[in-house]
């Protein structure tokens, strides 16, 4: 961390430095200054970055607001906001950290995220276009066309980028590669959250959940730090596209996406990522090191670039001002909600049976009496019956291709539907059995049930009548077991359960004792700042 932030010499340079100066109170000035960088004259930049820890708390706390929605209402209006909160959350402020580390103060956060949207964008259309060319034949083949499609496009949008940007230096390109990688990497992202969290039939937070976290702490490390090492050796390296350095560390990129997909066991995969994690995170830690220093290394640094707060004719900021206990009480009550999103999520995650449930199956009798509702259903190809009347006719041409008939066993009518075959030999029809299908009569009147099949690894699983109103899918997971899912229509959610009264209780007592903490703080601010006030009177008399 010390080599990566170069500090002055006159400055204590460490992780608790780094952690202060994050966490501290930025006055409205630095804001502004952030807001605006690239837009005003240039000058360097040594700052601690700060920013992006703000930026990651706000999205991590709306993720948490709208699964909270979801979870409580059944409203599933709002999933697509919360696969945009879980896919920007972690991408997003891993993008401002890296432009706060940027030295130079020529470049302004709304051309990194206008690169985000254009160079994603067109990385994400080119690559797709370069897989329905070329169809890999088996998952080994597909690791190597994902690593290689996906790096060679995104550095053909790098590339466009920092040419119409005009910015070669090595860290702009190192950045407009950063943002390129974090667009291509939000878009990816977005999709698996939509296509995981949607495979069954009811919306599953808690693979939506699963799904968020991992892609996006593995984004720190993978599509971002990828492209970002190509845009900085383009513009590092002299003669760009004739240079071997160029196109080894585009092959070390698509090596490193590569190794990441292979078709592994979860325990062999999990070393080759972590070693992945290692090298990419070396590597760019290396060139944002000597990248840094090599900016700072002939220029004068004044004043307002050591790290220290922006002049704005705001008081100082210390324990004597009303400032600092006000600072610390926003931060005490952004803690809370910051812990009460975590317990949010948390709890989200958590599988409950309440307007859907999901019941497992190993056995195909025991599936098929669920289905069925118990009820003693027997499926049999029946003969026809030659003795008994047809229930129902079908003739085309004056030709009998089609006959019902009907046999009822107690409340429940079997209907077997056959096909007629003449025979001119004989000059007989021959009956084939084609379908059949049952009426039920109940309180609720008479409902039909077509027989339905299920297959599994391409031979029959089961066969039954649909009776079970309330199931509204099925689907094998991967071990073969036969999940059904049941919407409870009378379903009536109780808040005075315990699992909805633990988490109340845990609410209360973050919000309630952060609410303490802050309002006591501001209760001292007042306090000091009414101190000032009679100590200034006092020294103006």
């Known amino acids: 961390m010390d080599g990566l932030l170069n500090r002055p010499a006159g400055l204590k340079n460490s992780i608790a430095e780094f952690f202060r ?36 708390t706000l999205l991590f706390v709306l993720f948490a607001v709208f699964l909270l929605i979801v979870r409580f209402t059944s409203n599933e209006l709002f999933v697509p906001t919360i696969t945009l909160f879980a896919a920007t959350c972690f991408n997003l402020s891993f993008l401002l950290f890296l432009f706060e580390l940027y030295p130079e103060k020529d470049l302004s956060f709304m051309a990194v995220c206008l690169a ?83 495979n069954m039939t009811v919306f599953n937070l808690t693979t939506l959940i ?19 090492a190509i845009g900085w050796a383009y513009c590092h390296f002299s003669r760009h596209f004739l240079n071997l350095a160029v196109y080894l560390v585009t092959a070390l990129s698509c090596g490193l996406h590569i190794c990441w997909d292979l078709p592994l066991n979860p325990l062999a995969l999990g070393f080759v990522c972590a070693g992945c994690v290692a090298v990419a995170c070396a590597e760019c830690i290396l060139i944002v090191h000597f990248e840094r220093r090599k900016a700072f290394a002939s220029v004068a640094v004044n004043s307002a670039d050591e790290g220290g707060e922006i002049d704005d004719g705001e008081p100082p900021f210390n324990k004597r001002s009303p400032l600092y206990w006000r600072h610390w009480g926003h931060f005490t009550l952004t803690l809370g909600a910051f812990l009460m999103a975590i317990v949010a999520v948390i709890y989200c995650s958590i599988t409950f049976s309440e307007k859907y449930s999901i019941k497992n199956f ?16 027997n499926i049999a190809d029946r003969p026809y019956d030659y003795h008994a009347p047809n229930d129902s006719e079908t003739k085309e041409d004056n030709v009998l291709v089609k006959a019902v008939q009907c046999v009822a066993e107690g409340n429940i009518t079997y209907n077997y539907e056959y096909t007629v075959s003449y025979d001119k030999v004989s000059g007989k029809d021959y009956y084939f059995p084609a379908s059949v299908w049952i009426t039920v009569e109940s309180e609720a009147g008479v409902n039909a049930y077509f027989k339905e099949e299920v297959y599994y690894d391409g031979k029959l699983f089961a066969a039954f009548f649909p009776v079970n109103g309330d199931v509204t899918g099925y689907n094998f997971q991967s071990d073969g077991t036969l999940s059904v899912f049941v919407f409870n229509a009378g379903f009536e959610r109780d808040l005075t359960e315990w699992r909805y009264l633990s988490l109340f209780i845990t609410f209360a007592t973050l919000g309630g004792v952060a609410s303490v903490c802050c309002i006591s703080l501001l209760i001292k601010s007042w306090r000091v700042k009414k101190q000032c006030l009679t100590e200034n009177a006092s020294f103006a008399e």
């Open 210 to 228: 699963d799904i968020s976290v991992s892609r996006g702490v593995s984004a720190v490390c993978t599509h971002t730090l990828w492209t970002a």
């Open 116 to 198: 985000l949207l254009l160079g994603g964008a067109l990385a994400n259309v080119a690559a797709q276009i370069l897989f329905s060319l070329f169809v890999p034949a088996n998952s080994w083949l597909h690791a190597v066309y994902t690593g290689v499609f996906e790096e060679l496009t995104k550095a053909g949008a790098t590339v466009l980028v920092i040419v119409a940007a005009r910015k070669n230096s090595p860290l702009a390109g190192f950045l407009f590669g950063a943002a390129v990688g974090c667009g291509f990497s939000i878009a990816e992202d977005m999709g698996y959250i939509f296509l995981e969290a949607n």
């Open 362 to 377: 190993y056995e195909a009798q025991s599936f098929v009496d669920f289905m069925q509702n118990g009820m003693e259903i």
């Open 21 to 56: 100066e994050t966490f501290r109170r930025h006055s409205r000035a630095e804001y502004s200054e952030l807001m605006t960088r690239g837009m005003r004259s240039g000058g360097k930049n040594r700052k601690y970055p700060w920013a992006y820890v703000r930026l990651f």
